[in-house]
């Protein structure tokens, strides 16, 4: 059996992605993400930062085995940097499996000389992962451990440090004590499970796997067995304790009475859980069970402004904002979307969007999320605006999402704008676009200034704003429809 550290930070990260990375019809797979490509891009940049003015001597051979050997002669050279070298051993039994043959191949980003003895003589080798995370994710720590443990395979002595590179050149150095035993039963399970020709059951998680190439697939394989994991609020842990109630569908979790839910899953959450269930079972809109009794109308005004951000995060810098103005009164409406055709532009944007919102100082601020609170808190700070200014603003955002999900159960898979408004009957001009690719589109425009990408930017943007709108007009005719609400100052 041949195992790669692609392939097991894949069986870390998704059972179900390693064996269909190995075993999967081709055809069901899609075209790779331009995110995914964008990452990639961010990667190698990092990289090369890292190397810097650093010598370092590259493998040339295509073929995996030759590169293991042209990587193993450049370590008895005493090389001091191995740019994408090549770690192989052949194992002929792991614990725990009955494999009798396992060919194990690593890829450590860099190979670093050490003093020390090794095999190659007073000097060994150690290997440093650079990866594009803010955080020492587990399955970066497991695929840094095998790293560690084919050196000392290949060299005869164990490297006094692993160690993975971060985002901002942030080191962490990775615990090979408690990382070696975790690495021997990943492993075992890894050679387990997929030496099976039985597929893993689906799981769908919604931020692990948009990117994933096997996506598409995967959430039709769910959306036939109705599966648990499109239910929001469904965890793997809570999957599990459900599993155990001999809870495994849908319907059934909407018959399911919330006493018998409550046992292992807590009041709340059972009684959300089911709600959730029978929303998505009998496709309709319920009133939350658990919502707050003195319920809050939406505000209304005058003019109305719906506002979104679009940002590019790996270059710290929000782009685009976008106001949906509503003037109820004059019967008017109209989009202004301030943009920054260059990195440099944020401060004016922001001055410009501040001017423009002061000039209607009683109108609301619509938003979905607190990504807009947050970042105009931040903005203000950054760019000098006095503190009473800022707050005048910042005290009229009303976060559409809240109530939502303090009143309201939809027959949804997902609380996302996108979601909810499509399930209310709004589309987008820019089909199957997420906010993803607008990243993509942003950095393609700033390399090549192709209009075009910026401009269906702000198409993406102006519909953001108008779904917003329209939640918000169904949401308040919604709770404004039952007795007794009560409207709060």
Known sequence: MLLTDDLLLNFKRCERRAFLHLYGDRQEQSSEKDFL??????????????LGQRPYSTPQADDWETRAMETEALMAAGIECIYRGVLLYHFDAWDGTDIDSLTIIGKPTVLLRQAGESKWGKWHYRAVSVKLGQKPKPEYKLTAMLHSFLLEKIQGRSPRLTQLMLRARRPHRVDTELWSEKLQETVADCINILSQDREPEVFISRQRCHLCSWHKHCYGVAQAEQHLSLVPGVTPTRYE??????????????????????????????????????SMV????????????KMRSVPQGEVELFFDIEAEPDRNVDYLLGVY???????????YAFVAETLEEEGKIWQEFVDFVEGFPDAPIFHFSPYERDTL?????????????????????????????????????????????????????????????????????????DRQLLDAIIRYNEDDCRATHHLKQWITEFIDSKQNTIVLS
Not at 257 to 272: C, E, F, K, R, Y
Not at 282 to 293: A, D, G, I, K, M
């Open 282 to 293: 009998n496709q309709e809109v319920l009133w939350r069970v658990n919502r707050p009794n």
């Open 325 to 335: 103005f509503v003037d109820r009164r004059n019967q008017v409406e109209k989009f």
């Open 37 to 50: 490509m964008k990452l990639r891009k961010e990667n190698q940049l990092q990289i090369n930062e890292y």
């Open 241 to 278: 304790s459900l599993q155990s109630l001999g809870v495994t569908t849908l319907k059934s979790l909407a018959n399911t009475s919330p006493q018998h839910l409550g046992q292992h899953l807590g009041a709340d959450v059972a009684m959300q859980l089911q709600q959730q269930a029978q």
């Open 377 to 449: 808190n931040r903005l203000g700070r950054k760019y000098g605006t006095p503190p009473q200014q800022l707050q005048d603003i910042v005290g009229r955002l009303m976060d559409i999402h809240q109530w939502v999900t303090k009143y309201v159960i939809f027959p949804v898979e997902s609380y996302s704008l996108k979601s909810l408004a499509n399930s209310l009957g709004f589309h987008w001009q820019e089909v199957g676009v997420s906010g993803d690719q607008t990243v993509c589109w942003y950095d393609t425009w700033l390399e090549t200034g």
